[in-house]
C-alpha cells in the first residue's frame, strides 16, 4: 500500500497499519527510511518560522536553518533511536511480546503519519506567529502523535 495511503489509514486505526507493516518482514532500511523522511518533513515545516524569527529578530537565516538541519536530520534520528529502545524496555516490563524492530516501526511511523499536522503547525508558525491557533495545533499533534505511537505499540506488543 501506499505510504499516503497508509498514513490516513493510520488516522482510522493505527494498529492495523502497524500490524500490516509487520506483515512485510524485519527490514531495517525501511524504519530507518521512515525515521529520515519524518525528520527531513520536521525540518521543513521549521522552515516558515525560522524565516519569520530571522526577519523579526534580524538574524542570519542560514545559521538558524543550518542548526535546525544539523539537530533534525543528525542528531533527532539517534535520539528517537533511544526513545525507540526505552520503550521496548518498557514493554518487556509490562509482559509485551514484541520486537525492538516493531518498536522502532512504531514510534518512527507514528512521527511520520502526524506529519502533516506538523506541516500545518510549521506554517501557522511563520505566518501567524505564537498565539492560541498555534498552542492549538501543537497540541492537537502531540495528541495524535501519542494516539499513532500508542496503539502501534500496543498492537506490536500484542502481534509478535
Given amino acids: 500500500m501506499a505510504i499516503t495511503r497508509n498514513i490516513s489509514a493510520t488516522y482510522r486505526g493505527p494498529g492495523r497499519v502497524i500490524r500490516r507493516l509487520l506483515e512485510l518482514g524485519q527490514r531495517e532500511d525501511r524504519a530507518l527510511a521512515y525515521l529520515m523522511a519524518s525528520c527531513a518533513l520536521v ?9 519569520r524569527e530571522a526577519h523579526l529578530t534580524g538574524q542570519d537565516l542560514n545559521m538558524l536553518m543550518g542548526a535546525s538541519l544539523l539537530a533534525w536530520i543528525f542528531v533527532a534520528p539517534l535520539l528517537f533511536y533511544v526513545i525507540a529502545f526505552a520503550a521496548h524496555g518498557i514493554g518487556r516490563l509490562l509482559r509485551g511480546q514484541g520486537t525492538s524492530y516493531g518498536a ?10 502526524s506529519s502533516p499536522l506538523i506541516l500545518l503547525h510549521g506554517l501557522i508558525a511563520g505566518f501567524i506567529g505564537p498565539g492560541i491557533g498555534l498552542q492549538t495545533v501543537g497540541l492537537v499533534w502531540f495528541v495524535v502523535f501519542m494516539w499513532f505511537w500508542i496503539g502501534g505499540s500496543i498492537a506490536q506488543e500484542r502481534a509478535a
Fill in 43 to 51: 525540518f521543513i515545516a521549521q522552515l516558515p518560522r525560522l524565516a
Fill in 104 to 113: 522502532r516501526l512504531a514510534l518512527f511511523w507514528a512521527l511520520l503519519a
